[in-house]
């Protein structure tokens, strides 16, 4: 009788997760896999010809350094959240959300730099290729942004504190993977262009 107690006591606890965050890491290694196949099929399309040549928008850059900058204002109201500074986690959201909302901008004025030099959606793949890039990514990041909103509009409502992050971490996650990723086709295009 006493081993059976013994063997209880000794179980081992399951790995739980939050099931809210388990299906953001399902969607995020869904992403992934659409852009690795697009990134793929980038490389086999180029190396049969026929492929325009033409310059990254420059706007690209600025972008970059937007997309970067955000994520660091988000840890800084991640970080601000964890010590219940409430008016440093207002204004680090605030700056995210302009900065997220700046990148989208800035990826509309890739587009018009594009059609500048005739380059289009249709016609070559190469040009193909990049506004699928970019769209695809601004469409996640137009979701990361809602979701920065959602989570600056529950810190106005005392709902994002120490004792409450769950929320906080998944858009904290969701926004570095997004950033992560735009940094990715940036470094992939300028590496095979």
């Not at 928008?57 to 601000?80: Q, R």
């Not at 906080?168 to 997004?178: G, I, K, N, Q, S």
Request: aromatic content about 18%.
């Amino acid at each position: 009788m006493e081993e059976k107690f013994a063997y209880v006591e000794n179980a081992e606890q399951p790995i739980a997760m939050h099931p809210k965050k388990f299906a953001l890491w399902l969607f995020i290694v869904t992403v992934v896999m659409i852009f690795a196949s697009l990134t793929s099929a980038y490389i086999v399309r180029q190396s049969e010809g026929n492929w325009l040549e033409y310059d990254l928008p420059s706007i690209f850059w600025y972008t970059s350094g937007i997309i970067v900058l955000s994520s660091i204002t988000l840890h800084w109201a991640y970080a601000s959240a964890k010590k219940d500074d409430l008016a440093s986690l207002r204004t680090g959201m605030i700056i995210t959300s302009v900065l997220g909302s700046a990148f989208l901008i800035g990826q509309w004025y890739s587009w018009v730099a594009l059609v500048d030099q005739d380059v289009f959606f249709v016609g070559n793949p190469a040009g193909s290729f990049l506004y699928v890039f970019t769209g695809l990514h601004a469409l996640h990041l137009i979701s990361g942004v809602i979701f920065l909103i959602i989570v600056l509009i529950s810190t106005f409502r005392y709902q994002v504190h120490s004792k409450n992050l769950d929320t906080m971490e998944m858009c904290v996650t969701y926004w570095h993977f997004l950033g992560g990723l735009w940094l990715y086709l940036f470094m992939f295009l300028l590496l095979n262009h």
